[in-house]
């Protein structure tokens, strides 16, 4: 393996961990907002969240990068403040990896979080519980098994992630290149040995994490104990 390969892997794993550490500190109150709301404007909100199922990468790419831009509003205050562009860069790939994984973290807290009894909310209130406590000491406990879900998809959608990432991030050596881009790389120079190597990657790494996943939350056998 190559030492561009080797920055590619590291770049991405650094891109996926900074991604799922944001997507879970916003994706929480997120979903638990929408498991507990109800109206257009929860609707809306749900069908925006959920729109990168659905809508092509490179749309949704498109479209961040003119609001990436250094014309844009949010490009020239980001250039005045750092002194850096902010398209073409590593932190526009954690904005679009936010955008592009965020259903995939919000929609299985929120299931879960729709599941929680009301009854056990009450109770806990009645015991002078603050909804903060009430949170971490019921809702965390009951639903840690999809915390665990949501994480783990997060990470993996945004490791997988290519359309997003070419559109506002480009092909950038130690800064924006991740393994798709540099599998497509390879891929479109006709290096299919070395494609194939980082597809293998792909695959396997893939694979292994939603068989951990997976067999996590398998149900034990009739007759056997957790």
Known sequence: MTAAELDAIHLTLVLAGTTTVILMLLGTPLAWWLARRSGNLPALVEALVAMPLILPPTVLGFYLLLLLAPDSAM??????????????????????????????????????????????????????????????????????????????????????????ILMIGGNIPGETRVVSVALYDYVESLQFAEAHRLAGILVVFSLALLFLLYRSNSHPRMGEAR
């Open 75 to 164: 490009g020239a205050l980001w250039q005045q403040l750092t002194g850096q562009r902010l398209a073409f860069s590593f932190s526009a790939l954690v904005i679009g990896s936010v955008i592009y994984s965020l259903p995939f973290v919000v929609q299985p807290l929120q299931a879960a979080f729709a599941r929680v009894p009301a009854s056990l909310l009450q109770a806990a209130a009645t015991l002078g519980a603050t909804p903060l406590d009430q949170f971490r000491s019921v809702v965390v406990p009951l639903c840690r098994r999809s915390f665990l879900v949501a994480a783990c998809l997060g990470f993996a959608h945004t490791v997988g992630e290519f359309g997003v």
